[in-house]
């Protein structure tokens, strides 16, 4: 082989060892912007959970609040921007698509409830105020345990975090 042909050859096998490493360096960079973007998103919370009786005593309708803390769980620092506030509405509400509220337990012979309003607080600080089911007029709190396993999603719908929410009327 002439030295000519032969430098050729070595200088076509660099440059094609040098796209390579230029494209996988490309590729790696992406990576990391798609990670950092997936963290955003995706990264667990964890979600802590405060009830009050409010306005709920044996045989009424009275307003509850559950209150809930979001923050990441690798930071602790407070998620903001879950959703957005929804005014007070005494016939029931669509809790925001990102937020689930599940009734567990409810004392016995008791029934779900209906979440009334929500309430971003700022700061990771968000509040569901319920009611007895709304649907059923016979539904009113009894004595006893309600327990709520409240949910936080992420925007594709992945479950981020979720919290029990013990509340005794």
């Not at 405060?50 to 509850?64: I, M, Q, W, Y």
């Not at 990102?98 to 509040?127: D, K, M």
Request: charged share 15%.
């Amino acid at each position: 082989m002439k030295a000519s042909a032969l430098f050729s050859w070595r200088w076509a096998l660099a440059a094609i060892l040098a796209l390579a490493l230029v494209m996988a360096m490309l590729v790696a960079s992406q990576g990391e912007a798609d990670a950092g973007a997936l963290a955003q998103h995706v990264i667990g919370v964890e979600v802590e959970t405060e009830t009050s009786a409010l306005n709920a005593d044996p045989g009424d309708k009275g307003d509850v609040l559950i209150d809930l803390l979001v923050t990441k769980s690798r930071t602790q620092r407070p998620v903001s921007n879950v959703a957005a506030s929804i005014p007070r509405n005494n016939a029931g509400i669509t809790l925001p698509s990102r937020i689930g509220l599940a009734t567990v337990t409810v004392a016995a012979g008791g029934c779900s409830v209906t979440p009334i309003q929500f309430t971003n607080a700022g700061n990771g600080v968000y509040t569901i105020r319920a009611v007895p089911f709304v649907d059923n007029a016979s539904c009113n709190w009894l004595a006893g345990e309600y327990i709520f396993l409240v949910t936080v999603r992420g925007p594709g719908g992945a479950i981020l975090g979720e919290g029990l929410a013990k509340l005794t009327v």
